[in-house]
């Protein structure tokens, strides 16, 4: 008894080495399978940063070679060159129109694409919860939906011209066409498999359709429309770029491509980059509004 | 409050024949066991009384006339999961039911009514014991408190039947055993009909007046889902025989599940 505790003692001695007054308690040294090894906060940061690391030096390197072998280079170009023509068009006024072309090109494209979307989102939840919620409106508009699905977005976009001329009316459609039918599905099989328990319970405490899905479905499928109108956002972007590729006069796709045509690569990237930023705070807002909304869907993760 | 009446109901998924040949008759303020082997139609028997499902044929008749094909506040309900919902927190959960009592337009009650509705949930919130948790979500309270909300929400409901399916199916028994106490103290102030499904014979014995033995007893070896179960024993509950070992023994073996010994533990509890 004595020797084991002893020979404990010396253990702890020997790792935490001598002078240390509270030795850490003995953790057994086991290998554990991939599946369980648990990522420390800092190690997430570091291994999730190395990504974005990496291409950023292989940039860096390529480009400074080109540049070295020709300063006048426009397919790579420096970090310095893509931050003062992006700066440029951030604050200093276009000379034909005076406008400050990004913020420009960024509030067309945001309209656009915020109407698209909310359009959708709007579809989602009243078709979605109509035909995941009543059989008789579900035989009525399933099987439209589900063929209305299957069609590319992007042929229609020739269509959307043609019927609705250049303007606005057509991008918004475009977006709203293209993302929301998945939409509309999604949200009607999310309904569907509502526990029928719970849709039984609503019943005997009185609750008629409209009550339930006032205070019932509603709620329940908030945090999966908010996830869909986060997984939506991805196609909105392809469509919103497509159809200002396309007819349009402003906006951050129609200035992507039209510096396309002097190889300006110096504004292609940043503006990328800035989309990309745009994305990622949408989303993260989204979370937000996901969590403010449906606290019962985010139980605090235990630390 | 209400009689329950069935008679030669019958229920088929397809060519699978669930339930053959059952009549009852429960009478106003009875307390109905249901046990049987697992997969037998307890739970098939529930839904049709609760109106989620209809019967092939027979008559169900629930209080005055015949049952009316979908769930109302004459029957409330209380499932083993899913009984509460999880997106409203305890208090909430009680307070829905009269917002959905009025029905109105917002599927919301205002003013003075919103103040008794209040009232009158916290009393039952109290009275089951979970004024603690009132504004906890139902992901954050243990398996005995979400039956007690649940069972709180059904009765808030003033349902004249109370359907049970295997409500206490999930818990330790120390927390059946409170459980137990707390249900034959609310059916005994509200005094409504409970039909109760178990697979639990000593809490089958414990807590009804009457114990009914659901089982085939026609079989075919070819087609094992050519046929039914039925009702093949009702016994009535008074103190001579909820205390019989012997009628409990043989309950037992008909359910062919539970160990006669811990079933009387039960009983005894
Ligand atoms: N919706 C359904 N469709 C087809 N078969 C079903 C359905 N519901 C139940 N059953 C079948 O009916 C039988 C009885 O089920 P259930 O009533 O849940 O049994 P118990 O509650 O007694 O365990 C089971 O064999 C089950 O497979
Ligand atoms: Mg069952």
Redesign the interface.
């Known amino acids: 008894m004595l020797a084991k505790e002893m020979s404990a003692r010396d253990e702890v001695s020997e790792t935490g080495g001598e002078g240390t007054a509270r030795p850490s308690p003995p953790r057994p040294k086991v290998r554990l399978r991939m599946i369980n090894a648990k990522v420390s906060r800092g190690s997430a940061l570091f291994f999730g940063g190395l990504p974005f690391l990496f291409v950023a030096i292989a940039y860096l390197a390529a480009s400074a070679q080109r540049l070295a072998v020709n300063p006048s280079d426009k397919l790579l170009p420096s970090p310095v060159q893509m931050w003062s023509a992006f700066l440029d068009l951030a604050t200093v006024p276009d000379k034909r129109s005076g406008d400050l072309i990004l913020w420009v090109d960024t509030y067309a494209s945001l309209i656009r694409l915020f109407a698209g979307v909310g359009v959708a989102t709007f579809a989602a939840l009243s078709l979605g919860i109509a035909i995941g919620f009543i059989p008789r409106v579900r035989a009525f508009l399933l099987p439209f939906v589900t063929v209305v699905c299957v069609i590319p977005p992007l042929a229609l976009l020739p269509i959307l011209f043609i019927a609705l001329g250049l303007g606005e009316t057509a991008k918004i459609t475009l977006i709203a066409v293209g993302v929301a039918p998945v939409m509309v599905r999604d949200i009607a099989n999310r309904v569907r498999e509502l526990p029928p328990e719970l849709v039984a319970k609503a019943q005997t405490l009185g609750g008629n359709s409209w009550t339930m899905v006032l205070r019932l479905v509603l709620p329940q499928v908030m945090p999966r429309l908010i996830t869909c109108v986060r997984l939506a956002l991805g196609p909105a972007w392809l469509f919103l770029i497509a159809a200002e590729a396309i007819a349009s006069t402003e906006g951050l796709g129609y200035r992507i491509f039209l510096v396309r045509r002097y190889l300006s690569m110096d504004v292609i990237l940043p503006y990328v980059a800035w989309i990309t930023l745009l994305a990622v705070i949408t989303d993260w807002l989204l979370v937000r509004l996901s969590r403010a909304v449906s606290p019962w869907a985010h139980p605090v993760e235990a630390r | 409050m209400s009689r329950i009446v069935v008679h030669g109901l019958e229920k088929s998924y397809g060519d699978a024949r669930v339930l053959e040949r059952v009549n009852v008759t429960a009478e106003a303020g009875e307390f109905l066991s249901l046990v049987g082997a697992s997969g037998c139609g307890k739970s098939t028997f529930l839904r049709i009384l609760?109106g989620?499902e209809q019967q092939s044929s027979g008559v169900v008749i629930v209080g005055d006339g015949p049952i009316v094909p979908?769930?109302?506040?004459q029957?409330?309900?209380v499932?083993q999961?899913?009984?509460v919902?999880?997106?409203?927190t305890a208090i909430q959960n009680l307070l829905?039911?009269e917002?959905?009592?009025s029905?109105?337009?917002?599927?919301?009650v205002f003013g003075a009514r919103r103040r008794n509705a209040r009232q009158e949930a916290e009393a039952m919130l109290a009275r089951v014991g979970l004024a603690h948790a009132r504004d906890l979500?139902?992901?954050?309270l243990s398996g005995g408190m979400l039956q007690r909300l649940a069972i709180a929400?059904?009765l808030?409901?003033r349902?004249q039947i109370l359907l049970l399916d295997e409500p206490f199916g999930a818990l330790d028994p120390g927390i059946r055993v409170e459980m137990h106490d707390l249900l034959t103290e609310l059916w005994t102030e509200h005094g409504m009909t409970v039909v109760m499904v178990t697979h639990d014979i000593g809490e089958a014995f414990k807590l009804g007046t009457r114990v009914l033995v659901f089982d085939k007893v026609r079989h075919d070896p070819q087609f094992p889902s050519a046929y039914g179960a039925t009702i093949t024993y009702d016994l009535k509950l008074d103190r001579k025989t909820r205390a019989s070992s012997h009628h409990l023994a043989k309950v037992a073996a008909m359910v062919g599940t539970t160990r006669p010994e811990t079933a009387m533990a039960t009983t005894a509890s």
């Open positions: 609760l989620q979908e769930p109302t506040p029957r409330g309900i499932f999961r899913y009984s919902f999880p997106h409203l829905l039911v917002d959905f009592r029905g109105g337009p917002f599927g919301r979500y139902p992901a954050s929400q059904t808030l409901g349902p």
